[in-house]
């Protein structure tokens, strides 16, 4: 009892006078740290684990008091004496990897444990109870070099791709849209990319992507790696938005300690595909008919589709790039002689996708840079309404040329307020728009003048089967009722003499649990010859 109202209720109140809210402070009950790592895993998982109680616990904002990925400081007085105390706060920070700061006091001396941005601590006594203004980032004792980049697990980068997410930009002053908010966080992406590489081209020398002593030095090194992957890759950056990171000195500092050990170049394709998942989940827009493809179901779609070094294969719906990535993934895998010198090749020349929000293209280049290359034939596009074409896209005139491609694999927007009008569809010279009328011997006939609305998923039909070669492949999700209802017949009669279908891939419903309960599959169709 003494050591609480003697020292725990006297600091308590000292950190709210700092401007620290108490509703940010957890102390009744106390805050428990996993025992072990297996421990931590079953926090991570719902589940009861063996802990450690702390005696006070701040958090990044009162609305997240409570939740592991947002603990900023603990706070330990119960220990006999200080080296014992920092001994303690070292292991349980060690367990809590996204606490920054650790703090022993008796009630009158006071040492402050940082982690630093190279994995280790800075320990500073007698020292002063920082302010919530105050940063808690402090860079490492030696300047990073390539050779201490670590080369992180999918775990790991999902971890940090989701704190940068939901921890760092959430709190950033000058972006609050989320739209804005993955826009700058893709360009830091981009600028630690253009570190990595200066790295390693450089190794001695100290990689320009980390803390740096002050924040306004961290902010200046990641805005210069920006710029000059402005001037090396164009295409990029399409919009006056881009033209700088807009976000504040603080977030840069933050962001640069939670990527700076983490390796971005040359980490295998499959880390980076399935850590990408976290900023694909946030960029949906399902008021859109954007609907999140999971791995499994890519992956298992791509592998039905048989890539080879001889294929071109284009994504028209590719969002963020999930079809290409897996495609160049699986190529690599099932051709194991290819170098990498002609893997990149391939990507580049072989690798196409569309996307008509600027967002969703920009994460598929940085995904595509991240892993080698493959960014050059990825553009902002609507790949619909191709009478816009001359006026809006320009690029797509080249890009989208008719059987140009021999696989075309794509998941569609879908919805039912999804629909292409009847006047796009005719302008756009489609015509699986046009009126469908059933005659007498039971066929079905379509008018030549007389267009209707179609889903968006129905015409994607009509635009893959343009581009695809003779003989070429489609791959598709589509709802199932578009095969299998008798109100769509229709369709299949315009698809007889078109597509052939060659194969089915049962998606279960709990797939797109959480973005849309339309049952789908994964349909493969052949190009028939003329």
């Known amino acids: 009892m003494s050591e609480h109202t003697e020292v ?9 006078k700092l401007g620290w809210d108490k509703n940010q402070l957890q102390f009744e009950p106390e805050w428990r740290v996993p025992k072990t790592p297996s421990d931590a895993s079953k926090r991570e998982l719902g ?5 450690f109680p702390i005696d006070i616990a701040i958090f990044d904002h009162p609305s997240h008091v409570g939740e592991y990925e947002h603990l900023q400081i603990i706070i330990e007085t119960k220990a006999p004496d200080k080296n014992e105390g920092v001994n303690q706060l070292k292991i349980y920070m060690s367990l809590e990897p996204h606490v920054l700061l650790g703090i022993w006091t ?12 190279d994995g280790k601590f800075d320990v500073q006594e007698k020292a002063a109870i920082p302010k919530p203004t105050d940063s808690l980032i402090r860079a490492g004792g030696e300047k990073l070099k390539w050779t201490d980049l670590e080369d992180p697990t999918t775990s790991d980068l999902k971890k ?6 939901n921890v760092v930009v959430a709190r950033d002053t000058r972006s609050t849209r989320r739209d804005d908010q993955l826009n700058n966080l893709c360009n830091v992406i981009l600028a630690k990319l253009e570190g990595d590489k200066a790295a390693k081209h450089s190794p001695d020398d100290p990689i320009p992507f980390q803390v740096w002593d002050t924040e306004e030095q961290t902010d200046k090194a990641i805005r210069e790696l920006f710029q000059g992957m402005r001037r090396s890759h164009k295409d990029l950056f399409v919009t006056d938005a881009d033209t700088d990171i807009n976000l504040d000195e603080h977030t840069l500092h933050t962001c640069a300690f939670e990527l700076s050990k983490c390796k971005l170049m040359d980490t295998p394709i499959s880390v980076i595909s399935e850590a990408f998942q976290i900023f694909r989940t946030s960029s949906l827009k399902s008021e859109e008919g954007q609907y999140y493809t999971p791995y499994p179901v890519i992956r298992s779609a791509v592998k039905l589709m048989e890539i ?21 993934r699986q190529l690599i895998e099932r051709h194991p002689t290819m170098t990498s010198s002609d893997a990149i090749k391939w990507a580049n020349r072989n690798l196409y996708g569309v996307d008509k929000d600027r967002i969703n293209v920009k994460l598929t280049k940085a ?8 960014s050059t034939n990825t553009h902002l596009g609507d790949s619909i309404r191709k009478h816009l074409w001359n006026s809006y896209y320009p690029e797509l005139q080249g890009a989208l040329t008719k059987e140009s491609f021999t696989y075309v694999i794509t998941n569609p927007p879908f919805g039912k307020g999804l629909k292409v009008s009847k006047s796009d569809a005719k302008a756009a010279g489609l015509t699986i728009s046009r009126k469908p009328k059933r005659e ?6 379509f008018s030549k003048t007389v267009h209707e609305e179609r889903e968006i ?17 489609l791959g598709i999700i589509l709802p199932e009722t578009y095969m299998f209802s008798p109100s769509y017949s229709w369709l299949r009669f315009w698809l007889h003499d078109k597509l052939e279908l060659k194969g089915m891939l049962n998606i279960p419903m709990e797939a797109f649990q959480g973005f849309c309960r339309a049952k789908t599959n994964f349909y493969i169709f052949e190009k028939l010859g003329k």
């Open 457 to 473: 998923g129905i015409i994607f039909l009509e635009r893959c089967y343009e581009l695809l070669a003779c003989n070429g492949r």
């Open 367 to 374: 995904i595509m840079l991240t892993i080698g290359d493959g």
């Open 440 to 445: 007498k011997d039971g066929s079905i006939t």
């Open 8 to 16: 725990r209720l006297p600091l308590i109140d000292k950190l709210i």
């Open 47 to 51: 589940q009861s684990f063996k802990s």
């Open 308 to 328: 080879k070094p001889t294929d071109t294969v284009l994504d028209p719906a590719c969002g963020t790039g999930g079809f290409l990535l897996e495609s160049y």
């Open 160 to 165: 940090t791709f989701k704190r940068l997410l």
């Open 106 to 117: 008796n009630g009158t001396d006071i040492t402050l444990v940082y982690r630093t941005s």
